[in-house]
């Protein structure tokens, strides 16, 4: 009877031990935010936002750096979080092109194959063209491309299959555009995208709001669509939506982050509690209004499952767009 006590002791004493041990774990060197997106774009923004934040928080016992390996429509930053496994240093910003450029197979990986960690926000995409053309509406574009499919070029900030690819195909596809002819440009990222527009080089851009906001407010581009449901504050209240031209286009562009696979619970609890306490703080939901992003925040569990959700919803648009592989 003694004997028994003594390893029932043991047992519950070790549970503690380990409770313990969960509770206490955290990073033991620096961490590595990855950001598939040259620096500037809407992608890099989240990111440094993040670790700034968790820096004036004081939410990480060690430091944190910033990592941009962009290419290959963000290829080359999750082919690297893929050769970590099991540490939990290494992290990435990621948003829906994690998925949507498996669908199209562009990339190897899609949210199974990491450990998502937090749904930060959602952005919505902002169509622009310079101040100076003779576009002047998102209905302009559509049927200037209706009659001529080739007589525009369209800036993405990805790569073709992409989630900027996805947010000019929803409207094209609803006015009977022929896909095929479009001609599109693809960047790495949205500041790269916007750029190119500004220099004259493109004539119409989809892109992040936070990198056409500014350019609309100093009146050198003009906002002709939103893909938000309903119309945007600041500087795009002057952009109508796509519904509001007589087209599909409402689309979510939301920002995640996501761990190496194979990490393990303990340490996915102390990245819940951080990105927790970081989306509740003043600042993040201030910088998310001044960007115009919609601040909601998912753990781990539910970014899993939001994910999966995700997958499948753009699976069904982009088979209907024709972007989905073939076997």
């Known amino acids: 009877m003694m004997k028994a006590k003594l390893v029932a002791l043991a047992v519950v004493s070790a ?10 774990w955290s990073p033991q060197r620096n961490v590595e935010v990855i950001v598939p997106a040259t620096a500037g774009g809407s992608l890099d923004t989240t990111g440094r936002t993040v670790t700034r934040i968790w820096g004036d928080l004081k939410l990480l016992p060690v430091s944190s750096t910033i990592s941009n390996r962009a290419g290959g429509g963000h290829a080359v930053a999750y082919n690297y979080l893929a050769q970590r496994p099991n540490d939990p240093h290494f992290l990435a910003v990621t948003s829906s092109t994690l998925l949507a450029s498996h669908i199209n197979g562009h990339i190897p990986q899609t949210y199974t194959d990491f450990t998502p960690l937090a749904v930060l926000l959602t952005e919505y995409i902002a169509f622009a063209v310079r101040a100076d053309s003779p576009l002047k509406t998102g209905k302009d574009v559509i049927e200037a491309l209706r ?107 939301w920002r995640g982050i996501i761990g190496a696979r194979g990490i393990t619970t303990e340490q996915v609890a102390f990245w819940d509690s951080v990105f927790r306490r970081l989306t509740a703080s003043e600042d993040f939901r201030n910088y998310a209004e001044q960007n115009q992003w919609d601040a909601s925040y998912r753990n781990a569990d539910d970014s899993r499952k939001f994910m999966a959700e995700q997958y499948e919803e753009l699976k069904g648009v982009m088979t209907y767009l024709g972007l989905v592989k073939k076997p």
């Open 15 to 24: 549970s503690f031990a380990g409770a313990a041990a969960a509770q206490g």
């Open 147 to 253: 009659k001529a499919p080739g007589s525009l070029s369209l800036a993405i900030s990805s790569a073709t299959g992409g989630t900027h690819h996805i947010s000019f195909g929803l409207p094209l596809a609803s006015a009977s555009v022929d896909m095929t002819k479009v001609k599109l440009v693809a960047f790495n990222s949205s500041a790269e995208a916007v750029t190119a527009l500004l220099g004259g080089h493109v004539d119409v851009v989809s892109a992040g709001t936070v990198n056409v906001a500014p350019h609309v407010a100093s009146g050198k581009l003009r906002a002709i669509a939103v893909t938000s449901a309903k119309r945007m504050t600041g500087a795009l209240a002057v952009a109508p939506t796509w519904p509001e031209q007589g087209y599909k286009g409402v689309f979510e562009n």
